[in-house]
Antibody, heavy 120, light 110 residues
């Protein structure tokens, strides 16, 4: 079955850029039926959608993060990536990647999540 | 844009039934599909209901979803509660620009 796995630095300094990668196994990021999403969860808080990318290259970002977010796709490596610039402590969170259906934006499966802490 | 509002917490005894509401504050709840996710402590969320009322394979039929246009809300009902159902539950939908919106989450205590 399809599995997703996040990877990247667990500690980022304030004002720097957070970069994470989500590697997909058991399926292809080139499938036209899905969006590839990033979602985050601050410690002890709820879920916040960051954005998605489709294999066509089309992206869609949360309005609240749009100015700082870039999501890209690398089909040759079957992975997609997140870059979040000018981070602050408020960006400290568990970051998840998830596959979303085009029909209903239902997220399944999710990665296990990776904790990113913003601190000097 | 709109918001999805869930009760902060609900509590019920094993074997009983609990219903979690998810109220949309503007626009029709029927306009866009609603999904529900279960998140156990220390784990990633998993989908328990998609497209308002559909159950993914492997999810017990004790879990059911519905929408109610009169109250402009979606509901997740868990019947025959088990201790393993103790978790946070999130509703999720999207707007006309395909921006995804999550409810604030409901802690279910069994």
């Amino acid at each position: 079955q399809v599995q997703l796995l996040e990877s990247g630095p667990g500690l980022v300094k304030p004002s720097e850029t957070l970069s994470l990668t989500c590697t997909v196994s058991g399926g292809s990021v080139s499938s036209g039926s899905y969006y590839w999403n990033w979602i985050r969860q601050p410690p002890g808080k709820g879920l916040e959608w960051i954005g998605y990318i489709h294999y066509s290259g089309r992206t869609n970002y949360s309005p609240s993060l749009k100015s700082r977010v870039t999501i890209s796709l690398e089909t040759s490596k079957n992975h997609f990536s997140l870059r979040l610039s000018s981070v602050t402590a408020a960006d400290t969170a568990l970051y998840y990647c998830a596959r979303g259906t085009i029909v209903a934006l239902e997220f399944d499966p999710w990665g296990q999540g990776t904790l990113v802490t913003v601190s000097s | 844009n709109f918001m999805l509002t869930q009760p902060h917490s609900v509590s019920e005894s094993p074997g009983k039934t609990v219903t979690i509401s998810c109220t949309r504050n503007s626009g029709s709840i029927a306009s866009n599909y609603v999904q529900w996710y279960q998140q156990r402590p220390g784990s990633a969320p998993t989908n328990v209901i998609y497209e308002n009322r559909e159950r993914p394979s492997g999810v017990p039929d004790r879990f059911s979803g519905s929408i109610d246009s009169s109250s402009n809300s979606a509901s997740l009902t868990i019947s025959g509660l088990k201790t393993e159902d103790e978790a946070d539950y999130y509703c999720q939908s999207y707007d006309t620009s395909n921006h995804v919106i999550f409810g604030g989450g409901t802690k279910v205590t069994v």
